[in-house]
């Protein structure tokens, strides 16, 4: 599986996991990603998936570097998909 594919993964696991917000968004806590089954199995390294997506700017947390325990409370949010123009 190659980073896109990952990201795409991730997007509908936080999607799975989160809580939708009134902005499109959804969000989830670093330790519900973390310590899900299925997340598990899909993701050899969860952190370094987060880390590619924030830099592609799908995902919104706070600090660089997500440690389980240290940082389960810490909200990942997904950022609402841009309404797609539909020209006539």
Do not use: W
């Not at 799975?16 to 968004?25: A, E, F, K, T, V």
């Not at 997506?53 to 998909?81: C, F, M, S, W």
Request: with cysteine; charged share 30%.
């Amino acid at each position: 599986m190659n980073v896109e594919e990952e990201v795409e993964r991730l997007k509908e696991e936080i999607q799975r996991l989160g809580n939708i917000q009134p902005d499109g968004s959804y969000k989830v806590t670093f330790g519900v990603l973390f310590n899900d089954d299925r997340c598990a199995n899909i993701f050899e390294a969860l952190v370094g998936t987060l880390r590619a997506a924030k830099k592609r700017k799908v995902v919104a947390y706070d600090g660089e570097l997500l440690l389980q325990g240290v940082h389960d409370n810490v909200e990942i949010t997904l950022k609402p998909v841009p309404p797609t123009s539909t020209s006539s």
